[in-house]
C-alpha cells in the first residue's frame, strides 16, 4: 500500500458520502497535504536563500493557484494562459516565471506586457524577445537537461544535448552575447532536469555546473533549478530526501558567493511534489466481466481522466472505498473509452462489486490538468477539501460545455 493510502479525509469528511453529492468521477484534493508538503520543501531549505514557485502546470485550478499565492510562493507558468490565471489569483507578475516551449513572438510580447519574468530556451527565441517592444527587458537563460537514463555513473546525459528545451553549454557565450547586444539582462540562468532530483548526487553535479556557468555572468540574480522532485507512489518507491540535498548544495552556495562576492537566490518549481499526495480521483464501478482468467473491473472514467497510468505506465494505489474489507482478489481496472484504457493491471484489491467506489490514490499531479473531452466524455468535478469543508473549485462539465465552441451546434 502507498504511503498516502491510508490518509483519511480531513475533518472527518467521507468520500462515499462526497460521491453520494458530487457524483462520480470525482477529483478531491486535500490542501492540508499540499501544506504540509510546501512546509516540507520550505524547512529542508531553510538555511538557504530560497524561493519556490509553483508549477501551474501540474493542477492549474485557479483555487488551488490561490492557495499557494496565500502560502507566499510565485508561479512557474509554461503557457500565456497560464500567467493569465495566476493573474487572476492574484500573483505579482514579478512573481510568475514564463518558461514557454516554441512561444510565438505574439506569446513573448503578451507575457512581456503582463510583466511576467521570462526563461528563453533557445537563440531564435532570444533574438525574438530582444524584437519584442519594451525598455529595461531581463531575461533567465533555460539550459539543456541533465538525465539519469541508468543506474551508473556514466549513465548520466549531461547538458542532454537532444532534448527540444534549453540551450547547450556550448552556445551559452553567444546567447550573452545576443543579450549584451540588444540590452536585455540576463538575471537568472534555469535547468530543468525532470527525475534528476530523484538522484541527489546527480542534481548536485548539475547545480555545480549551474554555478560555474552562473559565475561569467555578471548581474545574475537567481538560479532556478526547476521541479522534478518525485513522489514515493508505492511502497518500494524511495523518499527524496530533500533536507539532504539542501545540506550539500549549501557548501556550492557558500563557495560561488565567496569566490563571486554576491548572493544568488536559489529558486525550485516543485509541481508534483506540492499537490501529488493531496490528491485523489474517485470513480464508481460500473461492470465486471470474466475475461480469459482474469478479472476486469470496470469504472466510470479511462484515460480521458486520469493518462499517466496510459501515457507512462505509472502506477497509481487503488482503494476500494466501498469494501475495505473485502477479500483481496487480483483485477485489471478498465475504463468506459473506445480503446485500451487499462488503469492498473493485475492488481490486489479488496473484492469489487459493482457499484463499489474507488480511488485512486496521488492523482493531484497531472490528474485533471491533463484531461480531455475524449470520446465525448465530460471532464469531472473537482473538490477542494479545506477547514473541514468540501468546496466545489470545478463543476461537472455538461454537454453545453462540449458544445460552447461548436459553430455549427
Ligand atoms: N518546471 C519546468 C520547467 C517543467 O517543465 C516542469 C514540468 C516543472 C517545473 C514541474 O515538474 P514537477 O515538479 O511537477 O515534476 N505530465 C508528466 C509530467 C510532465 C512535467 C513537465 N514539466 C507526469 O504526469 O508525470
Known amino acids: 500500500m502507498s504511503p498516502e493510502a491510508n490518509t483519511g479525509l480531513p475533518g472527518g469528511l467521507d468520500p462515499l458520502a462526497l460521491c453520494e453529492t458530487w457524483g462520480t468521477p470525482l477529483y478531491i484534493y486535500d490542501a492540508r497535504i499540499m501544506q504540509e508538503q510546501l512546509a516540507t520543501f520550505r524547512a529542508a531549505f531553510s538555511k538557504l536563500p530560497y524561493r519556490i514557485l509553483y508549477a501551474a502546470k501540474a493542477l492549474s485550478n485557479i483555487e488551488v493557484l490561490r492557495l499557494f499565492r496565500k502560502e507566499g510562493t510565485g508561479l512557474d507558468a509554461v503557457s500565456v494562459e497560464e500567467i493569465e490565471l495566476g493573474l487572476r489569483a492574484g500573483f505579482s507578475p514579478s512573481g510568475i516565471l514564463f518558461t514557454p516551449s516554441f512561444p510565438s513572438a505574439a506569446d513573448l510580447d503578451r507575457a512581456a506586457r503582463l510583466g511576467a519574468r521570462i526563461n528563453i530556451d533557445s537563440l531564435s527565441t532570444l533574438e525574438k524577445f530582444a524584437g519584442c517592444d519594451g525598455a529595461d527587458k531581463a531575461c533567465c537563460l533555460r539550459l539543456k537537461p541533465w538525465l539519469r537514463t541508468g543506474k551508473s555513473p556514466e549513465a548520466v546525459e549531461r547538458w542532454r544535448a537532444d532534448s527540444k528545451f534549453g540551450i547547450a553549454l556550448e552556445e551559452l557565450d553567444t546567447a550573452c552575447e545576443l543579450a549584451r547586444s540588444s540590452k536585455v539582462r540576463i538575471e537568472g540562468l534555469h535547468v530543468h532536469s525532470s527525475s534528476v532530483i530523484l538522484d541527489a548526487d546527480v542534481f548536485l553535479e548539475a547545480a555545480g555546473a549551474l554555478f560555474e556557468a552562473a559565475g561569467s555572468i555578471p548581474g545574475l540574480e537567481y538560479l532556478d533549478f526547476g521541479g522534478g522532485i518525485k513522489v514515493p507512489h508505492r511502497e518500494e518507491d524511495p523518499v527524496i530526501d530533500l533536507a539532504g540535498i539542501a545540506r550539500c548544495l549549501e557548501p556550492l552556495y557558500r563557495n560561488f558567493s565567496q569566490e563571486h562576492g554576491k548572493e544568488l537566490e536559489l529558486w525550485f518549481e516543485p509541481g508534483r511534489y506540492l499537490v501529488s499526495r493531496a490528491g485523489r480521483l474517485l470513480a464508481r464501478v460500473t461492470g465486471l466481466k470474466k475475461n480469459d482468467g482474469e478479472v476486469l473491473a470496470g469504472v466510470d472514467t479511462g484515460f480521458h481522466h486520469l493518462l499517466r497510468p496510459r501515457l507512462y505506465g505509472a502506477w497509481h494505489e487503488i482503494t476500494n472505498l466501498s469494501n475495505p474489507g473485502g477479500e483481496p482478489a487480483e483485477y485489471r481496472i478498465v475504463g468506459q473509452l473506445c480503446e485500451p484504457d487499462d488503469l492498473a493491471t493485475a492488481r490486489m484489491i479488496p473484492e469489487i462489486r459493482e457499484g463499489d467506489l474507488l480511488a485512486f490514490h496521488n ?36 454537454l453545453e460545455d462540449l458544445l460552447r465552441t461548436q459553430a455549427g451546434a
Request: aromatic share 6%; glycine share 8%.
Open 363 to 398: 492523482a493531484g499531479a497531472y490528474g485533471a490538468s491533463m484531461a480531455s473531452n475524449y470520446n465525448s466524455r465530460l471532464r469531472p468535478a473537482e473538490l477542494l477539501l479545506q477547514d473541514g469543508e468540501a468546496k466545489l473549485i470545478r463543476r461537472r462539465e455538461t
